[in-house]
């Protein structure tokens, strides 16, 4: 871990570039805004962790009233967990003897839970937590087009009486992400990506004879408490959110917190050169947006190229330039640090803990 590219009380001209940034005027106004979203629908808040990796973040989520994160790795969770999160669900499947000791293991420590697809995953678990005389939370995880998960009230069933049978696991309930659906552009395709995942959901949470169901993203969660059927919401994107986010028709009410700072390393006229490339800023959903009048056409290794657009001002050598990027997720596991700021200066510096993890 390098040093953190700057020191709290420090102006934006300062920092040592590419650094990754957040908003604290935004992400605080982004988390009242999701509380003020589920007052009074008895839909609990879970969010994920895989979006920020920072246990600092997940404190802050959690005191604006989630009852816990869900991490996507095992390392995700150890370092939540040991950061002093309570409540961490895994939401994901495992299948190697080594992850289920730590989980199980963890579960000694904090409230955990994990999903299973597979009996020959419950086994594995169920033996883990024999060892470590813990209990580990089992969610049944339903396939919703994207990755993981039982398809049929069949297959349910038998995963159902499995870890019923199981000393150490304890049947929590449904695990129902539907991840393709986060970015449909179309507000009335996202609608209906859900509302064909809640019938699915239903039938099975109804054959196996549970009533918690987790999951939903920051572009449908709305539809998923619209539901009934979701007990659980689990966005992640909505505390930073990105720019592909933005390109939805009716995006997320959030604001824009998270944004790569570069500097102006090279000026011309027409164009400027960035010391932030995708090293330091994620590209999978396409190049990061530049300031209003200017365009990022190229990204290499450490650099980006911006264009000046017609009537913008040209940038500087040496001036600090905000990206936003297209995903934020992976944009901060690019990083060591955020640096948390307010009005151009930074107030706090929280360390990405489970980066790699």
Same mark, same amino acid.
Request: proline share 6%; hydrophobic share 50%.
């Given at each position: ?126 033996? =883990? ?62 609608? =209906? ?157 929280? =360390? ?6």
């Amino acid at each position: 871990m390098r040093p953190a590219p700057a020191a709290v009380g420090d102006v934006l001209a300062a920092v040592d570039t590419p650094a990754l940034l957040l908003d604290l005027d935004a992400f605080e106004a982004n988390l009242v805004a999701l509380a003020a979203m589920v007052a009074g629908t008895g839909v609990a808040v879970r969010p994920h962790g895989k979006a920020h990796k920072c246990p600092e973040i997940a404190e802050r989520q959690v005191a604006a009233g989630a009852v816990g994160v869900c991490a996507q790795t095992t390392g995700e969770a150890e370092v939540f967990v040991r950061a002093g999160i309570t409540d961490v669900l895994l939401a994901n499947e495992i299948a190697d003897p080594g992850k289920a000791s730590r989980l199980a293991a963890l579960a000694g420590l904090a409230t955990v839970g994990v999903c299973v697809d597979h009996p020959a995953q419950v086994a594995l678990l169920a033996d =883990a937590t024999a060892v470590a005389g813990t209990t580990l939370g089992v969610l049944i995880e339903v396939a919703t087009g994207q990755r993981c998960g039982i398809a049929t009230q069949e297959e349910a069933l038998v995963l159902a009486a499995a870890v019923g049978q199981a000393s150490g696991l304890e049947l929590r309930g449904i695990q129902a992400y539907a991840g393709t659906a986060q970015h449909v552009r179309d507000p009335a395709a996202r609608a =209906a990506a859900i509302e064909e995942v809640a019938a699915l959901v239903t039938a099975i949470r109804d054959a196996i004879g549970v009533r918690h169901v987790t999951g939903a993203g920051t572009g449908t969660f709305p539809h998923e408490i619209a539901s009934g059927v979701w007990t659980e919401i689990q966005p992640g994107s909505y505390a930073l959110m990105d720019a592909d986010y933005a390109r939805n028709t009716k995006p997320p009410p959030f604001r824009q917190a998270l944004h790569v700072l570069g500097r102006v390393i090279s000026a011309h006229p027409d164009r400027a050169v960035l010391d932030a490339g995708h090293k330091a800023v994620a590209i999978d959903s396409g190049p990061p947006v530049a300031p209003e009048g200017h365009e990022v056409v190229s990204l290499a290794d450490e650099h980006a190229i911006l264009v000046r657009g017609a009537g913008a001002e040209p940038l500087p050598l040496g001036a600090v330039v905000h990206l936003v990027p297209s995903h934020c997720d992976p944009t901060v596991n690019l990083h060591d640090w955020i640096l948390a700021v307010r009005a151009g200066v930074v107030e706090e510096v929280w =360390a990405v803990a489970a980066r790699g993890a």
